[in-house]
């Protein structure tokens, strides 16, 4: 097989692979093999396209637009060095993972498909792999949505049967939808032969995107479709019977969900769809807290940022009280939830505005070279893809990037990029075969060593993950075999705090069983133990919070007050608002006999997160205590209005 054939195809394999595969062997079941799948393809094109260029080189297509890339990459590689965590900056934070090797991997696939597409047969290829691959991750969620699933997820974090198909989550999916939407569309529009096929991919996404009830996607895939056509103009009148058909359909299928989802209250799309643009409060109050958090970070580090996808680390110091309000202390936002705001605080502003200045000019370029096209399917492909990267970009203002989703959207822009290179001058063609044998060595060998290393680096994620769930697993038959596979994942994964804080969690619910049963001595063992894989997960992870409440709660179950007391007041200090620290803080400094302390850890506690039941009881007794009889009254109170409930 030819080189760039072989190397176009492999292309094709990320656009169908990434977006379907899941694991069910490792504890993410979702971003984790879908990046280490892309990695590894993108390493063999990498290798490929290099052996290309070293055997029979190709001119080297290459734009000023793609200078914006180097750039972003350069004050990427300043950030990861000044970042507040190295390993989360260079890998992404667990179950994200957008740090700088994948942002290396997005660019070196831009890139490759630059140099590859050439031809109007490989970009409708492209566009009908998108089109059919996304009509099968939607109807997968369809299953979902109407209680048809065959694999049983157990609890998720958001309401049971929306729809969130290979992705995991609806929000996740709602940025993947929409870019196979106008896909879609345009091949609908292109394709006399097979137009039913690519209508009902185009319904069957749009149904999906309607059952993951999230904003983010009904917001994205209506600007996608409406610039879509617009941009296809007056050609429309050819095709307004297919599209009058499918609207048909479309609306009595929605008039039917909608009529199902009423009965049940988390699927209701009416209910649904008037609370998304509900402002004032459920999830757009969060997220106006969220960005808030992200522009402190901005304000706080504006050149190179806290590190690319470490915001959940600086969230925990930048948080507002009122966001932690409105969760009740139950979360941490891990992400910004706007692409801009979460790339500004990651990365810092200049790197924010150098990739937002690429794509704005990308789909400019597009939309200007829709009369240049050769042809009427040209125009379309091109079309599609504007209108596809827009609707995707209007998605991510109040979404997620991931590499699920993020890969098509790079792949997509690169294959138009290399198709439209020779309509305008912008694009310049350099021939490799003047350059020098040993530079072209050097240079082709630092790539692959860097990819070698990415893609490396990801699968050995990837089989931590696995041996963190076999160490899961084996809890019910042995701590120490619990222990051995703990060790080898922590070993795979080092940078994620995650397993050695599971450990550590194992191994306090063996103290307590040893408390139980009277046994001092395993008492001993396992809560040092405990301490240990703490402190093991902390200095992976210095920054997360959690990982100290859980060090401070082991050494509370020690006796160990002091030592407790001193690692929450750490926490507090970075994260003031953390509702379990301040909490284990007031029971500690209350055995201390810290009273008036525990008082203001306990009060801000109660404030945040109600349900602390007993906490009303606890500050009666302690205000009497302190001789606060007006404050001890009024809980008491408290405590009686609740008990006649």
Request: aromatic residues 12%; glycine residues 8%; proline residues 4%.
């Amino acid at each position: 097989m030819p080189q760039s054939v072989c190397l176009v195809w492999l292309i094709f394999a990320i656009l169908v692979l990434v977006p379907l595969v899941i694991s069910r062997v490792s504890f993410d079941q979702f971003d984790i093999i879908k990046v280490a799948i892309f990695k590894v393809i993108v390493l063999a094109l990498v290798f490929i396209w290099l052996s290309r260029m070293l055997t029979s080189p190709r001119p080297i297509v290459w734009s000023w637009r793609e200078g914006l890339l180097v750039l972003f990459l350069i004050l990427g590689v300043i950030s990861v060095l000044t970042s507040i965590h190295i390993p989360t900056a260079l890998h992404g934070k667990y179950k994200r993972y957008e740090g700088l090797f994948t942002f290396i991997t997005y660019f070196s696939s831009y890139l490759i498909a630059l140099q590859v597409f050439r031809k109007r047969g490989q970009v409708r290829t492209l566009m009908e792999v998108i089109s059919i691959t996304g009509a099968l991750v939607s109807l997968y969620g369809i299953l979902q949505f109407v209680g048809l699933d065959p694999i049983y997820w157990g609890d998720v974090p958001f309401e049971q049967r929306r729809s969130f198909s290979t992705f995991g989550n609806p929000d996740l999916l709602a940025g993947y939808l929409v870019l196979a939407l106008p896909c879609s569309l345009v091949m609908f529009f292109d394709n006399t032969n097979r137009r039913w096929l690519y209508g009902g991919a185009f319904f069957t996404v749009a149904v999906g995107l309607i059952t993951a009830l999230t904003r983010s996607g009904w917001i994205g895939g209506t600007v996608g479709i409406l610039m879509a056509l617009i941009l296809v103009g007056r050609a429309l009148k050819e095709h307004w019977r297919e599209l009058a058909a499918i609207g048909a359909v479309f609306a009595v299928v929605l008039v039917g969900f909608i009529t199902y989802s009423a009965s049940t209250p988390e699927l209701n799309i009416a209910r649904k769809f008037k609370g998304a643009f509900t402002l004032t409060s459920g999830t757009a109050a969060n997220r106006f807290e969220i960005w808030k958090a992200g522009g402190y970070m901005v304000r706080d580090r504006p050149l190179f940022g806290q590190g690319l996808d470490t915001f959940r680390l600086a969230s925990e110091k930048f948080e507002t009280k009122k966001y932690v309000g409105l969760v009740r202390g139950g979360t941490v936002s891990d992400n910004a939830h706007n692409y801009p705001i979460q790339l500004a605080a990651g990365g810092g502003l200049p790197a924010a505005v150098a990739i937002y200045a690429f794509f704005m000019i990308w789909i400019f370029r597009m939309v200007k070279l829709r009369p240049r096209a050769p042809d009427e399917s040209s125009r379309l492909y091109i079309i599609g893809g504007a209108a596809a990267a827009t609707g995707y970009l209007a998605t991510m203002m109040l979404g997620i990037s991931i590499v699920g989703a993020a890969s098509t959207f790079w792949l997509l822009m690169g294959a138009l990029s290399g198709y439209t290179s020779r309509l305008t001058p912008e694009y310049r063609f350099f021939d490799a075969a003047k350059w020098g044998q040993g530079a072209k060595m050097a240079a082709s060998l630092s790539l692959v060593l860097v990819s070698l290393m990415i893609a490396g680096f990801s699968v050995a994620m990837y089989i931590g993950d696995i041996y963190f769930v076999q160490g899961l697993k084996s809890q019910v038959r042995s701590i120490n075999e619990t222990q051995s596979y703990m060790d080898k994942a922590i070993s795979l994964y080092p940078g994620n705090g995650r397993v050695p804080s599971r450990l550590g969690q194992v191994y306090l619910n063996g103290a307590n069983q040893a408390i139980n049963a009277k046994n001092s001595e395993q008492f001993t063992l396992y809560i040092n133990k405990s301490i240990e894989s703490f402190n093991r997960a902390v200095a992976a992870e210095p920054l997360e919070a959690d990982y100290k409440v859980f060090l401070a709660n082991a050494y509370g179950n020690q006796g160990k007050l002091d030592e407790a007391i001193q690692v929450l007041e750490e926490v507090i200090e970075r994260r003031p608002y953390s509702v379990p620290g301040n909490y284990l803080a007031g029971q500690f400094k209350q055995r201390a006999n810290r009273k008036k302390e525990a008082i203001a850890h306990y009060e801000l506690s109660y404030e945040l997160s109600p349900q602390y039941m007993n906490l009303p009881s606890v500050l009666a007794q302690l205000y009497e205590e302190v001789g606060n009889n007006a404050k001890a009254a009024e809980y008491q109170k408290i405590v009686e209005e609740a008990a006649q409930q």
